[in-house]
């Protein structure tokens, strides 16, 4: 990119003139914009060639439009810094003649969409002339330049686009037509030339997928009339799978331990680790477990975790906690994560939806994914791993979530280069359209008075306000309505009523999605496609107005797992799995598709005990009675809790003290043999085992809380097995 730059901002035609009046680095990550600045400078030594737009230095408006006006050759700022430059810019843009080149970073998530349409509205200002000049330009006419603002090939704008994965979207924006008419990107260097180069290694051949299994039951009867819709209840039992402590302290144990095998020798002990988890609550959670395990082992290993705003999670912490919180990182002392992970006494680095992208840490050579990753996503994620380094050559990647196949195939999209199995349907806004007028929630007129109002200059805030607001107020007084009817039946027990109400409901949620779904694909069919209806542009406006302001979302039937527990689990390795990039087959970005084509569908209603059923039936096959839980929290801590001498020993010692009792390792030995006869492959291993009585040892002191139910019991309360 800061070659590209430099390139272009020297750039002259056969007559001499130079080609662009500036050139525009735009980058969506403040971290890349700083390496960017370094990088272009290293080409560019000659003081004020370059001008990056920074908070530092004021008012970011006023130095893009009077780095624009002064002609800069280099100017690199963040996709962010444009909004506060409208004014500036747009003065600037009304001059004829006026060449620019955009260089953008990461094109799929900067310039497609509204930002490259506004981007693209500011700085080529051929349609703005006439309306600088004032005076009575009437609606369909400004209408009609907007749109050609948004459609491709404007003069005067040049875009080079870099990006390591395009989306669809990117490739029939940014694309040339290629031989068979659909779009290719100008230029590629793939990743299989970067790998056979060694610049960047391939990160798949030692991957691990792991398989759960495990078993719930469902006690009480309390639920067995109570019906609960399916999709609801399997995300609440999955969620509930997942940040179980069990759960999450059997793969904290794989991890700990495969790293110190696997990963921590490699680059002369030097090498890191990342651990993706799949929410926040999860990752707050795994910290406090990954510390917990390296703590009771004694093991010198130092681990951070990254995410971003605050997480209130009780179970773990009285108060909510945030990344920079000393009980989540108590070594961070005000550093960066990058810098302190940089730093040797760090080998672990926990991530929920943070440094997935963009993060550049060489010394990465291990992965452990504990979150769904789809297509691109995946391919960004684990190329954490792929950075050169000297020494370098060996990755590893323990995935608990995804399929190798599913893996494999989002890499060999990306392998050679990105292609289109055909181009998006422009005809798809006017289906989107059509279903939409035909919900009967607006009409021609309401969408003329709130367009007219948005595109007069001289339109005010209230007067837009009072254009939409009798639509919204509509639509909100019936979502409000229908959920009254809805409560109101189900205390009655009119199960028709309550049918009919829900089906309102989603019925308008579906309405609301719709909306959204039009706004997105006209922002960006509108860039490549002219569709010259003034109608689909006054929408446009009309569902981006209305879509804030209903604040409304989907009615879910909340599902008690309070009586659910936890009776078998287990993970098991599949064996690791050298995915080869180089085999025969590979796949095609599918083009937009069916958009908005959701309808309010009869939901299924299932017992929650028939739920719990089903998601047993997915993993029955793979357990046996060796992996029953109940013989960690049932058989053996009941056994133990039966003993007055730890009952007393835990009411009388810390935590710690009481870990280090020879009496709890006798007692965990007899609970061992007085369930041989039951359990008899899990005992014999214990038996013959220290290593497993130790990890017993290990689980009842974690997740199954036997020193707090021991504790619990010599103060006078009771504790349940």
Same mark, same amino acid.
């Given at each position: ?41 290293? @080409? ?10 920074? !908070? ?83 609606? /369909? ?37 290629? /031989? ?15 790998? *056979? ?16 299994? @495990? ?38 144990? &794989? ?39 390296? $703590?009771? $082992? ?57 440094? $997935? ?72 806004? @006017? ?22 109002? /948005? ?79 003034? *109608? ?62 959701? !309808? ?43 003993? /007055?001498?730890?009952? $007393? ?22 609970? &061992? ?9 899990? !005992?014999?291993?214990?038996?013959e085992s220290e290593r497993v009585r130790a990890g017993l040892k290990d689980i009842l002191l974690g997740p199954a809380q036997l020193y707090e139910a021991l504790r619990a019991r010599s103060q006078g309360g009771s504790a349940a097995p």
């Amino acid at each position: 990119m800061a070659w590209s730059a430099h390139f272009l901002a020297d750039l002259h035609d056969a007559e001499n003139r130079k080609l662009f009046d500036s050139v525009l680095v735009v980058s969506d990550r403040n971290v890349l914009d700083a390496q960017l600045q370094e990088a272009i400078f290293d @080409f560019e030594r000659t003081t004020g060639v370059v001008e990056t737009i920074t !908070s530092e230095h004021g008012s970011k408006s006023a130095q893009l439009g009077q780095a624009l006006k002064d002609g800069k050759k280099i100017i690199v700022c963040t996709i962010q810094t444009f909004p506060f430059a409208l004014d500036a810019v747009q003065e600037l843009a009304a001059t004829e003649g006026k060449c620019f080149a955009v260089i953008a970073d990461e094109a799929h998530s900067s310039q497609t969409g509204e930002a490259a349409a506004k981007l693209k509205q500011l700085l080529s200002a051929e349609e703005r002339a006439e309306l600088e000049d004032g005076g009575g330009i009437d609606t /369909e006419t400004l209408l009609a330049a907007g749109m050609a603002a948004r459609a491709g090939g404007s003069k005067g704008l040049t875009y080079v686009a870099f990006t390591a994965t395009p989306k669809q979207k990117t490739l029939e924006l940014f694309g040339r037509p290629g /031989e068979d008419g659909l779009p290719q990107p100008f230029h590629v260097y793939s990743m299989r030339q970067a790998i *056979d180069e060694g610049f960047i290694l391939d990160v798949l051949k030692n991957y691990t997928p792991y398989k759960l299994a @495990f078993k719930l039951a469902h006690e009480g009867r309390e639920y067995d009339q109570s019906q609960v819709e399916r999709s609801a209840a399997m995300k609440g039992i999955m969620q509930w799978v997942r940040l179980h402590p069990y759960n999450i302290a059997q793969k904290v144990q &794989i991890v700990v331990e495969h790293y110190r095998e696997n990963v921590q020798p490699l680059l002369g002990g030097k090498a890191k680790a990342m651990v993706v988890v799949g929410s926040r609550k999860e990752a707050v959670r795994w910290q406090k477990a990954i510390r917990g395990y390296i $703590q009771r $082992q004694n093991y010198a290993l130092g681990v951070l975790v990254a995410f971003s705003g605050e997480v209130s999670d009780p179970e773990s912490f009285p108060a909510p906690v945030s990344e920079t919180s000393s009980d989540l990182n108590p070594g961070l002392k005000g550093r960066d994560i990058r810098d302190a992970f940089a730093q040797p006494e760090y080998q672990l680095l926990l991530v929920a939806n943070k440094f $997935q992208t963009g993060f550049d840490q060489p010394l990465l050579c291990g992965m452990y994914v504990d979150k769904m990753l789809g297509g691109i996503q995946a391919v960004q994620t684990l190329s954490r791993l792929n950075r050169a380094y000297p020494g370098k050559d060996t990755t590893y990647i323990l995935d608990f979530v995804n399929e190798a196949a599913d893996i494999l195939k989002a890499f060999k999209t990306y392998y050679a280069t990105a292609e289109l199995e055909a181009r998006t349907d422009p005809h798809l806004v @006017f289906d989107l359209r059509a279903k939409l007028d035909a919900s009967g929630h607006y009409d021609d007129f309401e969408v003329d008075r709130v367009a007219r109002v /948005e595109t007069d200059p001289r339109g005010t805030q209230a007067q837009l306000s009072s254009a939409i607001a009798p639509v919204a107020d509509r639509l909100l007084k019936r979502y409000k309505a229908a959920q009254q009817a809805r409560a109101t039946a189900l205390v009655d027990g009119d199960d028709k009523l309550a049918e009919t109400s829900k089906d309102l409901l989603d019925a308008l949620l579906l309405f609301k999605n719709d909306m959204g779904a039009y706004v997105r694909l006209y922002a960006f069919l509108s860039q490549v496609f002219d569709y010259a209806n003034t *109608d689909i542009e006054k929408r446009f406006i009309f569902y981006k107005r209305l879509i804030p302001l209903l604040e409304f979302g989907r009615e879910r039937d909340t599902v008690d797992l309070s009586r659910v527990v936890l009776t078998h689990h287990t993970l098991r390795s599949a064996g690791r799995q050298p995915l080869s990039l180089g085999a025969d087959g590979n796949y095609k970005l599918a083009p937009m598709d069916a958009v908005g084509s959701g !309808s309010v569908q009869e939901k299924q209603q299932a017992y929650l005990a028939d739920i719990i059923e089903k998601v047993n039936g997915l993993f029955e096959g793979q357990l046996t009675d060796d992996d029953q839980l109940v013989y960690v929290n049932g058989v053996l801590k009941g056994k133990l809790l039966e003993n /007055e001498t730890l009952v $007393q020993q835990a009411g009388n010692n810390s935590k710690e003290q009481f870990a280090n009792s020879p009496d709890l390792k006798d007692a965990l030995m007899h609970a &061992i043999m007085d369930a041989l006869e039951a359990h008899s492959t899990m !005992s014999t291993q214990a038996l013959e085992s220290e290593r497993v009585r130790a990890g017993l040892k290990d689980i009842l002191l974690g997740p199954a809380q036997l020193y707090e139910a021991l504790r619990a019991r010599s103060q006078g309360g009771s504790a349940a097995p």
